[in-house]
C-alpha cells in the first residue's frame, strides 16, 4: 500500500510539471534546462561545457537559466521520456529543453513526442598516450606490450577486448569512468586510454607529455555521432528560437570560445 501511495503521489505531482513553449518560459522569465550529472567536461559539479552552452542560450533568449540535473537511465529513450515530454513517475521534470541529445535520424524516428534540433557538436572515439611510452600510434599492436586503460562495459572496452582475436586483451586494464582510467595513466599504470575524444582532451589539457590521436581502426574511427537539443514536440516556437541563439553563438565564435575553455576541440556537426 505505501508503495502504490508513494508511486500515485510521484504521478500525481508530474501532472503540473510540464514543459512550456517559448510565451509560457518568456513569460516566467526562466529556461528549465536539463543536464546530465556527472558527465564531464560537458556537465559536472555544476559547471562544464554544456552548463556554459546552456546560459549563453538562456542569455540569448533574455532569460535565467534553470538547470533541472539528472542521472542518466537505461538508455536514452528513458532520459528524453523523463527530461523532454513527460517527467519521471516521482514527479521530477520535465525540463523545457535537453541538452546532448543524438541527432540521428533512427533516434529521432523513434522518439516522435520529442523535436531534435540545434546540433553542436561532434564526438568520436579516440586514444590519449604517453608520449613517452607511445611515440605513435599508427597501429593496435603497441598494447600487445604496452597496457592501456578503458571504462568498463564500454564500447572501446568491447573493441579492444575482442581486436585481432583478442590479442591485447592481456594488456586492457578496467576502470569506473575513463577519468579514472586517465588519471591511472598520468600516475603511470597504463600508457594509453580509449575514450571519448572529448573526455581525454580535457582530461590531459595542460598536462605536457600526453597526446590524443585517432583510433587506428577505421571502422572506430568514422564511429562518430553529432549531439544538438530537444523539447517536446508541438513546441516549435521555441526550438526556433533556440535554434537562431544556437546559430548566434556559433557564428559569433562563442560556442567555439566555451569548447576551447574546457580544453576540447570543437568539431562541427
Request: glycine share 8%; proline share 3%.
Amino acid at each position: 500500500m505505501l508503495f502504490a501511495f508513494v508511486w500515485l503521489a510521484g504521478f500525481g505531482s508530474s501532472a503540473w510539471a510540464q514543459s512550456r513553449d517559448l510565451d509560457d518560459v518568456l513569460k516566467s522569465g526562466q529556461i528549465r534546462v536539463a543536464l546530465y550529472k556527472n558527465f564531464a567536461p560537458f556537465s559536472n559539479d555544476g559547471k562544464g561545457i554544456d552548463v556554459d552552452v546552456a546560459n549563453l542560450l538562456a542569455q540569448k533568449l533574455g532569460v535565467k537559466l534553470e538547470i533541472l540535473w539528472f542521472d542518466a537511465d537505461e538508455n536514452m529513450d528513458d532520459d528524453v521520456r523523463n527530461m523532454v515530454w513527460r517527467g519521471t513517475l516521482l514527479g521530477y521534470g520535465p525540463a523545457d529543453v535537453m541538452l546532448h541529445v543524438p541527432i540521428d535520424a533512427a533516434y529521432t524516428a523513434r522518439n516522435d513526442k520529442a523535436k531534435f534540433f540545434g546540433p553542436y557538436y561532434r564526438e568520436k572515439f579516440g586514444v590519449a598516450r604517453n608520449i613517452d611510452k607511445i611515440d605513435k600510434l599508427e597501429s593496435l599492436d603497441a598494447f600487445r606490450t604496452q597496457r592501456i586503460g578503458v571504462e568498463t562495459e564500454t564500447y572501446p572496452d568491447t573493441v579492444l577486448l575482442s581486436a585481432d582475436g583478442g590479442a591485447y586483451r592481456n594488456n586492457v586494464a578496467h576502470y569506473k569512468s575513463a577519468g579514472e582510467a586517465i588519471s591511472a595513466m598520468k600516475a603511470g599504470d597504463v600508457s594509453a586510454v580509449m575514450a571519448m575524444q572529448s573526455e581525454l582532451e580535457a582530461g590531459i589539457a595542460g598536462t605536457p607529455g600526453y597526446a590524443v590521436s585517432d583510433v587506428p581502426l577505421p571502422l572506430v574511427n568514422r564511429r562518430q555521432w553529432v549531439i544538438g537539443l530537444a523539447v517536446k514536440s508541438g513546441h516549435d516556437k521555441l526550438a526556433e528560437s533556440l535554434q537562431a541563439a544556437m546559430n548566434g553563438i556559433t557564428a559569433s565564435g562563442e560556442l567555439r570560445e566555451v569548447f576551447k575553455r574546457h580544453g576540447v576541440e570543437y568539431r562541427a556537426p
